[in-house]
């Protein structure tokens, strides 16, 4: 076993080995951030407890804190004001640097007097895109969202024929990637009423969330080679929550022929910690699908998918209306569900991509599409807790909802937890209705 | 009339002046390009006759070249390895910046003696691309080619109910965009075989070209602020040729319900030379659509676009197969048309991209898509000149064609012309197909 994953392993900050603690010592996700009101450049950070090193500052004292030959490359290039360079190196890289901290970090290590001065509180941080992001894709890779929202959408067809078959995606809009905390204007576009024939322009009434994960793409490949199947966990950095803001009335009027656009690209968050591959490791689970499923073709078959392409990763959606927020109540939990629930791994998404040719370049970034499970109560977005719209969900304090409201902050949050291997948490991705403009 | 526009206006530099020439006085164009095998940063370049202007090395002549204020920011801007800060400062910078030019250039000019020596000839340019393309959109603006097309893919419903109304776009992939004169593998990936009810892993057979025009956008809009129509004159830098390179068998299997991805994400092409909308000037046009047609709703009409939102740009589609290179023979032209064919402005495209709060960066391009005329004569991919791949093309050397095979350089060209008015070239956008990977 890789000594990171080992579930008894504390670290010298007490907080990180708290229970419940997102970011205990196996975990050490990476985000970009800097000091609030700081006049600084943002720079690499790793969480631990309820603290972040400062990964430049780190890199300041290298050698006394133990970083030294790859470990040190890579403590170098997390240092700067994105992840870029880091997510270039690759996977040996990203492994020594983590060796590296877990080293520094746990009980009893020489390094902690080099460490203690580069911890900064998480709460006095302010953070930045963890990278810059060339290119941003959304998958479509839950059979249950797939089905459920088909059905709504296209009632004769729900599941089009392509879709056991292909990895569907569409390529999104980098430009408006925001994170964890931001507050964006509900969309206005052209919506067709019902019955109507021509359409209006008005504020988007079926205002959305979607509970996707995103993953951050590592060294990439050259234009016209793809990445084979075998080769496609090198390449995937770590993961973060990602909500892909929808306005399902703009959607359903503009997707036919080339897909969703206006719908979708106003505002997509996600969480600014990135949980490396790595970390997930002990959490990882065999693949597969019904056998009465088609199975994959060969360019997306592979053992290492099959035997631990799925990922356990428990997640949570939650909902805090501006009511809820004016009474001093917290946010009240309205779904739940598990990646491993997921079509299509991520790996398989990565091979599926560049099959053709399309080349990644490193910080590129992946949704997964909605990840519903296979129950209502386990879907990742109002359009199907609402079937449509046509059945409110009620809340603790007797407000209802069928889409999001102005002032409703829609809360995303996710960990992984079992017996035998530490919990290793995803922070949370919050974002924020505000009104449309006049 | 603006000076630069002066149909009788003459530079120094003699091959500018020869009729027929694409980069004339009145054109002056921007690329980045690095003199062929130099060990030296890519640099701005503006195009003059047969010539290049090093706009590094003018920068440095500076005021005695006739620069200052407004305009020599505007060239030390340009004289980067990317011109999005150049694109960043908006229309003013841009003019000054080209009638700086215009001055130094123009016969008798000062400034000749300080401009001569940063002349590089065109044949000895390397080009890059012209601005770090951070998000690149594909609109669906010709109605000819979405009825055309459309027959095909969806023979009941050819244009859907949204298109008049919608500017329908979809985001593309920035990553895989290269130059004129770049040579790609013909891609593969999943298609379904006529009557076959499972997909296939094999090369496109169905391989095509999408002669589309390319906006680069200038300063762009905060997210969540809209870009109204009266405005986005000023957000519009320059254009481009543009090839949308199409896998049509993976498209058709891949497209429902999020739009093209494989199908598209292989390659696009486009020319190096932009042509600022400034040098488009005297070609602008009113724009209209048939009465009968549903008019634009609000937040799409505007008193500049009705007046003069449409550009006289001809356009010309070649082709050039392997044993016509091979017989020393030049290319063929297969197809001509026009951009003011074109259903939907560049200024309606920019508009309704932001109107829901979607935001432009500085460089962002977006794509026309494919501009066919309304005479299958002026289609502007082989899908279209093709029907569909049932009527071959038949060239002049006895080869027919349905879609590209492998060998084949297509080329697009375009230009304007007319009495009383420069030519405004616009150069070239060739791109030849590699065989598959085997």
Chains 1, 2 share one sequence.
Not at 27 to 56: C, H, S, T, W, Y
Not at 105 to 123: D, N, Y
Not at 328 to 348: L, M, P, V
Request: glycine share 10%.
């Amino acid at each position: 076993m890789n000594l990171t994953h080992d579930p008894q392993a504390r670290s010298w900050l007490a907080s990180a080995n708290q229970p419940g603690c997102d970011f205990p010592i196996q975990n050490l996700p990476f985000a970009v951030a800097l000091r609030k009101g700081a006049q600084e450049n943002a720079r690499g950070m790793v969480a631990i407890g309820d603290q972040a090193i400062d990964l430049a500052q780190l890199a300041m004292a290298g050698a006394a804190a133990g970083f030294s030959g790859l470990a040190g490359e890579a403590l170098l290039a997390a240092s700067g004001s994105t992840l870029n360079a880091l997510m270039a190196m690759g996977p040996k890289a990203w492994s020594a640097l983590r060796l590296g901290l877990f080293n520094a970090l746990k009980a009893g290590s020489p390094a902690q007097a080099a460490v203690q001065p580069c911890l900064i509180p998480l709460a006095d941080l302010a953070y930045r895109l963890p990278a810059q992001v060339a290119d941003y894709t959304d998958f479509y890779a839950s059979v249950h969202h797939a089905r459920s929202v088909g059905k709504l959408f296209r009632p004769d067809n729900p599941l089009t024929p392509n879709y056991q078959w292909v990895p569907i995606a569409y390529h999104g809009r980098s430009s408006s990637l925001q994170l964890d905390g931001y507050a964006f204007r509900r969309p206005r576009g052209q919506i067709l009423p019902p019955g109507a024939s021509a359409p209006v322009f008005s504020a988007c009434k079926r205002l959305d969330y979607e509970f996707e994960l995103g993953v951050f793409l590592g060294q990439g490949n050259v234009q016209g080679e793809p990445i084979p199947i075998d080769q496609t966990e090198e390449q995937a950095f770590g993961m973060v929550l990602l909500n892909d803001w929808s306005a399902r009335d703009i959607q359903s009027w503009e997707y036919v022929p080339l897909g969703p656009f206006l719908a979708k690209n106003f505002c997509t968050t996600i969480s600014p910690w990135i949980v490396t591959l790595e970390a997930l490791e002990p959490y990882r689970q065999p693949w597969s699908r019904p056998a009465s499923d088609p199975q994959p073709l060969p360019y997306l078959e592979d053992r290492s998918v099959r035997e631990r392409g799925a990922i356990d990763i428990q997640l949570e959606t939650w909902l805090q209306t501006e009511a809820m927020a004016k009474a001093g109540k917290a946010a009240d939990r309205i779904a739940t569900s598990n990646f491993n629930h997921c079509y299509w791994s991520i790996f398989q998404m990565i091979a599926h991509h560049t099959v053709g040719g399309c080349n990644f370049q490193p910080g590129d970034l992946i949704g997964t599409g909605t990840q519903s499970g296979p129950t209502q109560a386990e879907a990742g977005s109002l359009l199907e807790l609402s079937e449509g719209g046509k059945t409110p969900l009620t809340l603790p304090n007797g407000e209802t909802r069928t889409f999001l409201q102005d002032g409703d902050t829609l809360i995303l949050k996710a960990f992984c937890e079992k017996p035998g291997a530490a919990r290793i948490g995803f922070g949370q991705c919050a974002g924020t209705v505000l009104p449309a403009l006049g």
